[in-house]
Structure formats: structure tokens, C-alpha cells
């Protein structure tokens, strides 16, 4: 079965860290672009960090930017999203996203997500 399994979520007090994991089944997550978006409730889906699938180039959104940093680990074939500084506003579930298009196809695979939960 293809498919992303996220972990690592939790409850967290402000200030504190959180390392969410992206784990792939089924395929390899070679030259995929992966991407970390998070919603909160009543909110959209936001695209908050992403990791080029050739380059390794990183980009990630002004929320986030200086706190969060993602990584992969391609023997483990896994993705990684280290969150640190957080604040009550990142609580929302994230989910991991991987995205490939090669030979005239796209491939697009979506986690379950993980609760982060940034609270006293």
C-alpha cells in the first residue's frame, strides 16, 4: 500500500519543540517534492514548509520562517519537521504532502496528520 504516515505530534507547552516525521510506505520519496501544511480549526489549509524533491532547496512561510526547518533522510525515506519556538497559534493538525511529476504524470500522496496541540 502507498501511503505517508505521519508522527510525532503532541501537546507542547509555548516556547517549546516538537519534531513531526513523514514517513513513506510503498514507494520511495526520491525526487519528490514534500511539503508540511497544517490547519487549524475553523481555518484553511496552509502550505507552511516544503523541501525541493532535486535540489533540497527549503522554503518556507513567514508564520514560520526561523522556527520551523524541514529535512529529509533518504535512506529512511523519510521527511522530518523540526518545529521550535512554538506558540499557541501553530496548534492545528500537519500533514505531510509528496509531489512528483515525471514522464507525463503527476503524483501527488497525503498523509493522515498529526495533532500538535501548543498550550499551557
Known amino acids: 500500500q502507498l501511503q505517508l504516515v505521519e508522527s510525532g505530534g503532541g501537546l507542547v507547552q509555548p516556547g517549546g519543540s516538537l519534531r513531526l516525521s513523514c514517513a513513506a510506505s510503498?514507494?520511495?520519496?526520491?525526487?519528490?517534492?514534500i511539503s508540511w501544511f497544517r490547519q487549524a480549526p475553523g481555518k484553511e489549509r496552509e502550505g507552511i514548509s516544503c523541501?525541493?524533491?532535486?535540489?533540497?532547496?527549503?522554503n518556507h512561510a513567514d508564520s514560520v520562517k526561523g522556527r520551523f526547518s524541514i529535512s529529509r533522510d533518504n535512506p529512511k525515506n523519510t521527511v522530518f519537521l523540526q518545529m521550535n519556538s512554538l506558540k499557541p497559534e501553530d496548534t492545528a493538525v500537519y500533514y505531510c504532502?509528496?509531489?512528483?511529476?515525471?514522464?507525463?504524470?503527476?503524483?501527488?500522496?497525503w498523509g493522515q496528520g498529526t495533532q500538535a496541540t501548543v498550550s499551557s
Open positions: 510503498g514507494f520511495s520519496l526520491d525526487h519528490y517534492a
Open positions: 523541501i525541493n524533491g532535486s535540489s533540497g532547496r527549503t
Open positions: 504532502n509528496a509531489d512528483k511529476t515525471v514522464g507525463g504524470g503527476r503524483y501527488v500522496y
